[in-house]
């Protein structure tokens, strides 16, 4: 594993291989050739560890990160015995997860 550079100014994020290339990261259906780009830059990361962490406890969807697809991470996740905490009611994610109850309905907040 590489060593970190860690100081109180500089975060793993700062160390990121995608750092100023972050459309390539959102891919939307079908566009593979993209998520192969945005896989390999990944590939080359020296902080893919921490953004691993990071990314499993994150349901965002649509984007590639630490080298895996949305589909990779739910995959990875149940590898792993992960689960997800449901998103509060009242906001989009719990929303988008198929809530219909009238805080959901309603949501403005992520
Ligand atoms: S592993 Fe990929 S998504 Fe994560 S910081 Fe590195 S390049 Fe970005
Ligand atoms: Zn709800």
Redesign the pocket.
Known sequence: MTELETTPTKT??D?????G??DL?FVSRGETHKMQL??A????????D???E??IYHAERF?????MSEKDRRQYRIEQGIKLSPAQHGTIRRKEAGCRCLECHTARRP
């Open positions: 793993w994020k160390q990121a291989a995608c750092k290339k972050t990261f945005a896989k830059i990944c590939a080359t990361c020296p902080v893919i921490p953004c691993r990071y990314v984007v590639v990160w630490a080298g």
